[in-house]
């Protein structure tokens, strides 16, 4: 019922005591105003004002100044001053006055939608995706780690029957450039009757080349390449003795040298680096 | 939909009704009936036989100054203000004699969309009040001299009315809100159109408006009996019929327009201030909870005993020396729209303190359309019900609520109807009606006064809203 009270500019009893009074709101009846506006409705007000302003100039004072526009009853109200047309700003479905400003809201708005659509929606899915790499990449290896992730060795500089030690994640890798005889020996070793049956053709995928990473199975010492009772590899620690393939054959240790992941690529073996 | 009403637990949505609801429901619904009946004509007639001594009888009229153009605003008002300088039957002496002699009270208003006459009466005199009222407005006199006369009791009244702050302020919130419809036009109207209506343009007016389908004849108290003021209705009004010597009226559109209207003058005691968007109608599923809304929102001024220790969470910041003199929450509905906002009073001598006034309401808003908890709805229905019933147990009051709901709606709901909407609300439903038509739409503000510190649209638009899931 609020439009009731409160547009209703006319509350009017004829007898009887109306049952409603209009009550301003309390504080704006009870508020002074310090500045007391001066009413310029009447004659007399208007030629006070003018009065008033006319002496306060410097070289005024005492002129007997008339005020203009006062000699015939002004009746200027707010409510005269006529709302602007703002049809011509208006988008063409809002130009009918008839139709709710919701029913042609969806027209008017798609565009503008369509466009932050894309722009925040790619900003936020780009932004997904930095949030989650962020997560991931904290719970994976660190970038020291990662440089080391795969190593190049050049074949050209391991002649053939010599061994050369490279780092690969901290640890030390061996590589072998197998001679004829070395193959051959190796190939021919009797699988059973080894501690940790493995063919020699599982552990290279070239014959001229066997990678192997040097810690020993035992306890995790350095071998040394090129010694032992079969001229492959010997723990000095506790004296294991592998062969040129890496195999376990003498001493404590429970396994095989173990083989990283390495291709060939030209005259490089790639360590670190599977086979697609 | 924000994420806390998402995951907010379902079951306490609908804590389980007990049984003083369904008590509650049975005696609303023993209550006295309201009848309806329509004449032939369309005139429609209700009536709620309560038994009191004293009975309200009105005739409401779908009329007003959306109805009117610029030419003839205000001419609603002026037919309402002339209709009580005496008929064809009774000169204005007589009429307030008979009156005075029944110890009868006649009162009448006119709005945007209609025009209410009512008297309070004692029950024993329904005949004679409707006598008196029917002879009012099918024969007024509408003579000259009482034209001119009133015409300068209304030009009077415009200056008037420019003292009075709040209604000046909401006038130009319903000018630029509804900019270009029949909304925004002044139910008082303008100097110009006052001064140049014409007797015949008043006469053309009524016999325009004042048809049957747009009356409603609304009775409550004792001896409103339904079969009688039927009876009475088709005697006085049952006559009248619905061809337009001129031509029907249109409520000349509803369009809602997102804008801003600042009156600065300084010269005026503080700032006054309205920010509103769209409402909805009175018919409207939304309504409800809108009102509810509102009415929680509800009002402060200086002279409430309550300041930093108000029950209100947003009354306690904003009396946090911002100048505020006072602020209400008001939801205005109309037949097909509404205006929903808040107004305020603030002495506007900082750019800062009006934002911040601005930017708290507007944050409570945001609170009702996101993040309404199951308790608080409780208190807000209860709040909304304790006004609702006690503005319907006057007499008046429920033959106005009556009348508004049959000349808004066409048909009528009873107070038990009511009573199970309300009860039906939950923090969800409430907060969805916020969202379609508060959180994030575009505004309407108006400033009057000391407004130098008011701040723009868009400052008040952004704040619509807010960043959430």
Redesign the interface.
Known sequence: ????T???????????????AIA?????S????P?A??DH?TIDSLQLATEKASRTGLFVSGLAVKGVNVTSRR??????VP?P???ECRRKS?L???????DTEPERVAFTRAVKGVAFGSFGLWGAKEGVQLLLYSKSMSMATRALAAIEISMNDIPEGTTKTYEWRTRPVFVRHRTKAEIDREKAVVVSELRDPEHDDVRVKRDEWSVVIGVCTHLGCAPIAGAGEYSGYYCPCHGSHYDASGRIRKGPAPRNLDVPPYVFKGDTIVVGEEEK | MSLRQLVRPIATLQSSRSASAAATKQILESAPAAHVTSLKNGFRVVSEDNGKPTVTIGIFVENGSRFETQQNSGVSSFLEHLLYKGTNKRTQQQLETELAGLGASLSSETGRDHTAYYVQAASKDVEKVVDIVADILRNPKLDAAAVEKERQVLLNKLDELEGNYQNLTFDMLHTTAFQGTGLAHYPHGTTKSIQEITADQIRQWQADNYRPVRMVLSAVGGGAEHGKLVGLAEKYFGDLSNEYPGKVPSDLGIRFTGSEFRFRNDKFPAMFAAIAVEGVGYGHADALPLAVVANGIGQWDATHGSSHNAPKRHVQRLVEGYGLHGFEQFNINYKNTGLWGVYFVADGKDFENVTNIHSIIQKEWKHMACALEAQEVEGLINQYRNRFFSKVESNTGKAKFNAKELLYTGHLRSLADVEEQLSNLSANSIGQAMNRHIYDRDIATAGVGRTEGFPEYSYIRQRMWWWRL
């Open positions: 019922m609020g439009s009731l409160r547009s209703a500019a006319s509350v009017k009893t004829v007898v009887g005591r109306s049952s409603k301003p709101l309390s504080i704006t009870s508020l002074g105003s500045d506006a001066i409705k009746h200027a109200s707010t409510y005269d709302y047309n703002f049809d809002t009918d006055a008839k139709v709710a400003s919701r």
